[in-house]
């Protein structure tokens, strides 16, 4: 059976992929002063950088904390899958509020789901919840987010192949050759 680190006795350790060096400073001093079971693994500004560090530690993180909106034009949904693979629990950490980029990081494998504006005690809610391998958000708006469909529009799979198009960067005027 595979028991948690907590389960174990050891310490939980916790890393952050987040470009915003304030909110992982924060992030880290928080689990430092909320708990000492937490082994704060420091923190990357990209998920390559991520990727890099994780086969460099002798063993990987019980949690990343991941960012949706990182600097590096990386996508997030597939560098969550990435993570996920690997075995190791993702927890969303984010300021977004669009429901379809934070269901595509639940659909990717991201367990958790904490808004940057969430209190102290929610985030370490989560983080111990998804230890245990519930799924979590930290708040009411977090679920809602997560789970409401009305607050997704409704497109066909042409329109969202379109979004997507644009989205990475496909002039207007040239979505319509890109589709035949």
Do not use: C, Y
């Not at 310490?11 to 915003?20: C, K, M, P, W």
């Not at 909320?34 to 990209?46: C, H």
């Not at 927890?91 to 595509?104: D, F, G, K």
């Amino acid at each position: 059976e595979n028991m948690s680190a907590e389960a174990l006795g050891q310490r939980i350790r916790v890393t952050a992929v987040d470009d915003h060096p304030i909110v992982v400073e924060g992030i880290a001093a928080l689990l430092a002063r909320a708990d000492a079971d937490f082994e704060w693994l420091g923190s990357s500004t990209s998920a390559e950088e991520l990727e890099q560090k994780l086969g460099t530690w002798a063993a990987p993180p019980d949690i990343v904390l991941f960012d949706l909106f990182l600097g590096d034009g990386s996508n997030p949904a597939e560098s969550i899958a990435r993570v996920a693979a690997r075995g190791i629990r993702v927890v969303v950490l984010t300021a977004e509020a669009r429901p379809i980029p934070l269901r595509e990081a639940v659909r990717a494998g991201a367990q958790g789901l904490i808004l940057k504006s969430d209190d102290v005690d929610s985030i370490l809610r989560v983080i111990r919840s998804v230890l245990d391998d519930d799924f979590a958000v930290s708040s009411e708006l977090a679920f809602a987010l997560v789970t409401d469909d009305e607050l997704t529009p409704h497109l066909s799979a042409r329109e969202l192949e379109v979004l997507r198009l644009l989205a990475d960067g496909v002039p207007r005027k040239s979505v319509g050759q890109w589709l035949e």
